[in-house]
């Protein structure tokens, strides 16, 4: 739990002070990063809703033990363009999804349309590699998108997150 607790804070870090290269470029559809209709920030209810209507049976969530305030949720659907099944995991805090990811095995098809649909809407920006760890990041208005990838067993597994900076930063208070 600190483990995940140390991670959330260091995203929410990323997401308020992003790099200006992160910053350049783009001009996002709405007030919200979103990516699959999934956005940061959203209440629970309506995340809980976009997995259904992406042909999920919805979020299943536990609350923290640590925390009451915090909820971490999981839920599968299936990528509407390649229909293979996704994982979705939301961190909700106050029932606000401060962390929201969707992430699983794709193929290079695949992973060139999550990067191509994220691009179209928030401009492009250059990958940087960590160990054997690809990732590329776009910063708007205290939040944050960000595509990683990596080979593991032969396969490529892709993850984005979503992250809701004053989310986070109203857990902390």
């Not at 994982?87 to 095995?105: C, F, K, N, R």
Request: positive net charge; hydrophobic residues 40%; glycine residues 12%.
């Amino acid at each position: 739990m600190i483990r995940r607790l140390a991670g959330l804070i260091a995203l929410a870090t990323a997401a308020t002070f992003g790099t200006a290269s992160a910053q350049a470029g783009g001009t996002p559809q709405s007030s919200h990063l979103s990516f699959f209709g999934l956005e940061a920030g959203a209440h629970l209810t309506d995340l809980d809703d976009q997995v259904r209507e992406l042909g999920g049976s919805g979020l299943r969530c536990t609350r923290s033990r640590a925390d009451r305030r915090v909820l971490d949720c999981r839920g599968t659907a299936p990528d509407p363009s390649a229909g293979q099944p996704v994982e979705i995991w939301v961190s909700a805090i106050d029932s606000l999804g401060g962390v929201v990811t969707i992430s699983g095995s794709v193929s290079a098809g695949q992973l060139d349309d999550w990067r191509r649909l994220i691009e179209d809407h928030y401009g492009k920006v250059g990958a940087r590699v960590q160990g054997p760890q690809w990732m590329m990041q776009w910063v708007r208005r205290q939040q944050m998108i960000r595509l990683t990838w990596r080979v593991e067993n032969n396969q490529k597994v892709a993850s984005v997150s979503l992250v809701d900076g004053p989310v986070l930063d109203g857990w902390q208070r």
